[in-house]
């Protein structure tokens, strides 16, 4: 196995000792720079520690820049990596820093270090490393049709059950405009009840709860929908990433990558 | 094919390409002018754009009255279409802007207006064109029995808990009357919890823990049973019209139509 | 079959036209007498329509009264049927209005007045008319030793962690008591959240935070055990009640009653 | 059957008629010993009640501490028991007691008494009390994989979510630092929505709708995931504890303890 072959199991997969290491060290240092970015948020920390937040986010950006190029150097499509989702979130999640050496002034500064913020969405990156993660990524995408159909009854229903709340309710109670009544079905529908707009005459009372208890009837067919399939097609998972396509929704005991041909 | 078998086809159907473009154009149609009725309803927004807003909705109205004068012209029997819940939701989508004409002084016009919202109800028509959608409408009607039991048991256990913390609570704590009191017990038995009412003396937050912790307890049953039905009896769909009479929940490999033996 | 045994398939069985169509306007009936109870309770109707009220209540009590004679009549061990949960209940919900008449004075009758509202348990006979209702009635018992479990598990963490939050964020920030912090964890871990206590410091609300998300992942399991005993034993139901002592739990096909050994 | 063996049966096992009375009264004691624990907490109780409350303390610590010592004394490898988990609660839930014997000054006297708070963690040991307890909590080990990954993937989706919802409403509507935002994240998306954070601009009520109808559509495939395992894999419950080293997750039929071969 050439060097390249083995930084490619070390980088990429996490069947190897050396890949698992390497992952873990990772997931640590992704953990540790999105704390450190939401600590920067609060005011008070972030005037008392300015200075350490300031060396710890230069050692991550240069710690992700080298795996940034590393997974470029390494494998065989490095333009079908960086244009996929998660190389624009690593090339996102470094650039800010970058960006605030040649950026002068207060308010473009500002909206530079805003931008740190998407760093965020690194820690999407952990659901690879996790083996059942794929089951449930699976799991979602088996789902994923009736998920949609689920959501966009929601969606129909809070739309209709909102433009009939502010016929009834109106302006006056809280209720000032057809998108904010869908806002306030959707709170409703979705049992979570901020509270912060709720019916207050006797008809919009009533309705409401009429909605309350039909959503949460029919709330249990879509689950039991998802269920019944997962019961009958139980999803799988695997690990294996192909070395050539970067390629991970393979079956178990695939012996070549389905979507180029190369050998896992 | 004659042409009336062709447009039947278009407009009923989703199984061709033809088909299936004019569904989106009408999908498309339906959520934009769903989308202007709404935005009509913020202030800010309607005295900026009110001129864009009346052309946009003649159009609509225009485009809306020719596809059901098309839909009234090929089916072979048009009162059932006309006095179906679709029929009579696309003529009420249609009338209130031609209504609008006739119509003199500012608070009759006031009241054609609001009638238009009731086109909010038309985005039911989507629920139509999602394959899946029918197989949720099918698991939907085989559970309904149990849902109602399910509906059924909220209402009783929310009678009698709502009638009971107005009791418990009084008038002095916000729990008005009884039907209030019962609005507050399915805004907890559901989980929703505004806020807006809530327990204040010690006897009476021990009464809802115990609503709670029961109500969660028991909810668990119903959801049970739906999931148990949709595994043993899994619902299948299907999406063939008939083009006699518009039935259109036939069963897989159906030749002739269930409802009036009409080939399909 | 002598006069006896029709009018106990009349009232106590639900297979026969006659016995359905008792069913039905004994249901009517029902929420009829509680719907009055429940408007009386609204200061504004009750003042206006007092009298229309009190011919209404003299109609319900009389009725009720029939029934409740004729029952204790027809069974063949009536004190079962007297000492059982519904015949308690079928005689609170007349008694109050007789006592009305002999006592005196405002307050007391205000006492009798309210005893009225234990009427609302009645409603509670409603299950026993629909057939699937048996069924959820047969899941319910079948699961609630697990259901028992889940109700324990929930308590104890509600009581560990109201007790954490008493510490954390203490009477300063609404956490008065540690009674009160349960009812608090209670609102929280049935995702109910009424927002009348809410943690306001930085670690309450991690704490918080944590409870939530804990609670959230823990409690898809004992819906999935109640799911798994559904579906591995899926309940049956039976709408026939024995003649002699109203056990009215048999399996199908039963001939002989399980608890008396009198024929169905 | 020695004298030990015999005392082992009735505090470690639930199989005897014996052990099963011992458990009921230890159940008991530690539930009243906590309720005397959180009335304390009511101050207006506290007041009129202290010398009682005294007394019962010293009553539930002089047993609590008889049956600890019984359990060093009976169990072969006392050690083992001292260390566990149940060991260290069943020692802090008697030490603060003696301690405030020898503890000297009001504020010091504060701290001691506020840690016997940690009884309340005793009441986790009546789960073990519960047959079904042990089957609950093997349905739990068994899928812990996978709420483990379900709660990565609330926390991740929480974390991208409030950094966003930072970055849209900020500060001047409440969501003051990414740490709050994702505490208003994690508490809209378990649909608990206290309302003391929630959002007041158009785009943050959309992206907020999103969030929650995105949320409410997925969370329906883990407890798919869940249910779908415990329907297959159902789990089973034992109540044998092993005399040696009190492993108690033995499976049904074993003769000896799996984990240090002694005869059970």
Chains 1, 2, 3, 4 share one sequence.
């Not at 190897?16 to 005011?43: Q, R």
């Not at 530079?112 to 659901?127: C, G, N, P």
């Not at 009854?153 to 209709?160: G, K, Q, R």
């Amino acid at each position: 196995m050439s060097l390249r072959e083995k930084l490619h199991e070390i980088i990429f997969e996490a069947d190897t000792p050396a890949g698992k290491a390497f992952d873990i060290i990772l997931l640590l240092a992704i953990l540790l720079s999105v704390g450190v970015v939401m600590l920067e948020s609060v005011d008070d920390i972030n005037k008392r520690y300015e200075h350490a937040f300031d060396v710890l986010e230069w050692s991550f950006t240069i710690l992700f820049t080298l795996e940034y190029i590393l997974r470029i150097l390494i494998i065989n499509k490095p333009l079908k990596y960086i244009f996929s989702f998660y190389g624009i979130i690593d090339l996102l999640s470094i650039l800010p820093t970058y960006m605030g050496i040649f950026v002068k002034g207060t308010s473009s500064l500002m909206i530079v270090r805003s931008l740190r913020l998407l760093r965020v969405f690194r820690v999407l990156k952990l659901t690879r490393y996790l083996g059942e993660g794929n089951q449930l990524w699976v799991a979602l995408l088996q789902s994923r049709r009736k998920i949609l159909v689920f959501l966009f009854v929601v969606l129909t229903a809070s739309m209709i059950m909102g433009t009939l709340m502010f016929m009834i309710e109106g302006p006056e109670h809280g209720f000032t405009s057809i998108p904010r009544s869908i806002y306030w079905a959707i709170v409703t529908l979705t049992t979570v009840g901020y509270g912060d707009i709720s019916p207050s005459t006797a008809i919009g009372q009533f309705f409401a709860s009429v909605i309350m208890v039909l959503g949460y009837g029919i709330i249990a067919v879509p689950t039991g929908i998802v269920t019944a399939e997962l019961v009958n097609n139980p999803p799988t998972s695997n690990t294996q990433v192909c070395r050539n396509c970067a390629e991970d929704q393979h079956v178990d005991g695939a012996t070549y990558c389905h979507s180029c041909g190369h050998l896992l």
